[in-house]
C-alpha cells in the first residue's frame, strides 16, 4: 500500500482552487493525494463553484440517442469532471448468450421437451430505446442463430409471437448437438413495458409467460430475459414448476439464490465495481486529484481495482465494468449481490477526504436491478468515501418526476444521474446550466 499522506505541502488556498479544475487533466495526478486536509467535517456545498463546473456522473443509463444509440457527447463532456460509469454491453451480452448455447449443448437430452426437434425460447425484452437492452437481445439472438442482420447489425425488435417461424425480425437457427441437428426458435419476444409506460416490468413479464404458456406452453424449452427482475417473475409464474431453465441478466440476491431451483443462470455485471466507480469519479474530482485515483492507481487507503474488472473508454469518457457468467457452477460466489468489491473497501480518511453532499437518482425507484442491488451498493460505499448522499426515487416513467427533485443545485457538490431516458440528458444539464 502507497502512503503519500506525508508531503502535505499544498497550501489551503492553492488547495482551494485546484479542487473542481484538476482531475480531468489527465496527468495530474501530483497535487493529488495531498490535496483536501482543510476543511474536514465541512458538509456544506462549495457555494464558490458554478453549478455547471461541478463534478456530473451519468450512470446505468449511458445518454444516448435511443433510436440509434449513438452516443451524446455534449452530455458525456458537459464539463472536465464528467464521466459515465455502466458496464461493457457486448460483452456481457455476448457472454449471456454463450451462456444459454453452453446449457442447451450440456443438457440437450430432454431439454426438447414435446420432441419436436425445435427448441424453443421466448425473449422478455427490458427497453427498446436502451443500449443495454438492444444489447442483450442481439447477443441472444447472435448465439442461437436467430439473428438476422438489419443496417449491419442484428436486429433487435420484438417479434410478438412467432410460433411458425415465419416473423421477418429473426429466423430459425440450428444447433448440433451429439450428431444431431436442432432447429433454435425465438417462439415470442416482446418489451416489458406496462400501462403507464415503466419498462423493464417485472409484473408485465409474469402476465407474457402466463398467456405464452396457456397458448403454446409445451414449446418453451427456454426462457431468456434481459434482466433477472423479469426472469424472476416468470420463474416464479410458470417456468419453476415447468423445470424450463430462464435465463437472466444481473445476478440480483434473490436470481442467484433461485440458480439452486432451476433458474438456469444469470451475468453479473459487476455492480459492486460499478456503484464503486459512481461515487469515486465525483469523489477525485472533489479531491482535485487524478481520476484514476483508488481506480487503476492505488490510493492513500489502499484501495485499487484490477484491469480484469474494468475498462476506460478515454473518448467516450466512460467506464465500463466487466460482466462475469453466474451458473450452476460458481453462484456459491455471487450469492449476496449488495456485498462491496474487497479491493476497493478501505474507509478513506475523514481529514483529507472531507465531507460532500452529492445529488443522486435511481430512475425507478421500483427497479429490481437498482433497488435490491445497485442502491444498496451505493449506501455501502458512500461512507467509505465520506459522501453524504441525497437518493431520490423517480417513477420510472416521467423525466420531470425527478428533475422537479433538482430545484436546488447549489445546496451539492456533486451530481449522479441515472435518466429515464437515455435521450434526456439535456433535461438535467439545462438545470445546473442555469
Ligand atoms: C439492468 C436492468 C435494469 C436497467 C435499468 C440494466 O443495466 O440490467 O435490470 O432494469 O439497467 O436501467
Redesign the pocket.
Known amino acids: 500500500m502507497k502512503k503519500k499522506m506525508g508531503k502535505k505541502i499544498v497550501s489551503l488556498t492553492l488547495t482551494a482552487m485546484l479542487g473542481l479544475s484538476l482531475a480531468a487533466c489527465g496527468g495530474g495526478g501530483s497535487a493529488s493525494d495531498d490535496a483536501g486536509s482543510g476543511d474536514s467535517g465541512e458538509t456544506a456545498a462549495s457555494s464558490d463553484v458554478a453549478n455547471k463546473d461541478k463534478p456530473l456522473v451519468w450512470f446505468?443509463?449511458q445518454p444516448s440517442n435511443s433510436s440509434t444509440g449513438e452516443l451524446d457527447m455534449a452530455a458525456l463532456s458537459f464539463n472536465d469532471n464528467t464521466y459515465y460509469v455502466g458496464f461493457d454491453a457486448n460483452q456481457g451480452a455476448e457472454l449471456q448468450g454463450t451462456m444459454i448455447k453452453d446449457y442447451i449443448e450440456a443438457n440437450i437430452d430432454g431439454l426438447d421437451r414435446n420432441g419436436d426437434g425445435v427448441i424453443g425460447y421466448v425473449l422478455a425484452i427490458?427497453d427498446i430505446g436502451?443500449n443495454?437492452s438492444i444489447a442483450r437481445t442481439r447477443g441472444v439472438r447472435k448465439a442461437l442463430g436467430t439473428g438476422v442482420e438489419k443496417d449491419g447489425e442484428i436486429n433487435s425488435e420484438p417479434v410478438g409471437t412467432n410460433t411458425d417461424g415465419s416473423a421477418a425480425a429473426v429466423q430459425d437457427g440450428e444447433i448440433e448437438v451429439g450428431g444431431k441437428k436442432y432447429v433454435v426458435r425465438e417462439l415470442a419476444s416482446q418489451e416489458m413495458k406496462n400501462s403507464a409506460g415503466a419498462t423493464?416490468d417485472a409484473a408485465t413479464a409474469g402476465n407474457a409467460i402466463g398467456t405464452w404458456s396457456s397458448s403454446f406452453g409445451e414449446e418453451i424449452d427456454i426462457i431468456a430475459s434481459n434482466?433477472?427482475?423479469m426472469g424472476m417473475s416468470m420463474f416464479n409464474a410458470w417456468s419453476k414448476d415447468q423445470e424450463v431453465p430462464t435465463f437472466g441478466?444481473?445476478a440480483n440476491s434473490d436470481a442467484v439464490a433461485a440458480i439452486a431451483e432451476g433458474y438456469g443462470g444469470t451475468i453479473s455485471?459487476h455492480a459492486d465495481v460499478q456503484a464503486y466507480l459512481t461515487l469515486r469519479v465525483l469523489r477525485n474530482a472533489l479531491d482535485g486529484v487524478d481520476v484514476d485515483t483508488g481506480i487503476g492507481t492505488e490510493d492513500d487507503a489502499g484501495n485499487v481495482l484490477s484491469d480484469d474488472v474494468y475498462v476506460y473508454n478515454a473518448d467516450e469518457r466512460s467506464y465500463y465494468a466487466l460482466n462475469v457468467a453466474v451458473t450452476a457452477d460458481n453462484y456459491q460466489d455471487f450469492t449476496d449481490s449488495t456485498k462491496i468489491y474487497e479491493p476497493v473497501s478501505a474507509q478513506l480518511d475523514e481529514g483529507a477526504h472531507a465531507s460532500k453532499k452529492v445529488w443522486l437518482n435511481i430512475?425507478n425507484a421500483s427497479?429490481?436491478?437498482?433497488s435490491s442491488t445497485y442502491q444498496p451498493l451505493l449506501q455501502n460505499y458512500d461512507k467509505l468515501l465520506n459522501l453524504e448522499v441525497d437518493y431520490i426515487g423517480g417513477d420510472g416513467q416521467t423525466e420531470s418526476n425527478i428533475t422537479n427533485r433538482l430545484g436546488n443545485p447549489g445546496e451539492y457538490d456533486a451530481f449522479a444521474i441515472n435518466m429515464v431516458k437515455t435521450d434526456n440528458a439535456a433535461s438535467y444539464t439545462s438545470l445546473l446550466s442555469q
Open positions: 446505468n443509463r427490458g436502451h443495454d423493464w434482466n433477472d427482475g441478466y444481473d455485471q430512475y427497479d429490481n436491478f437498482l
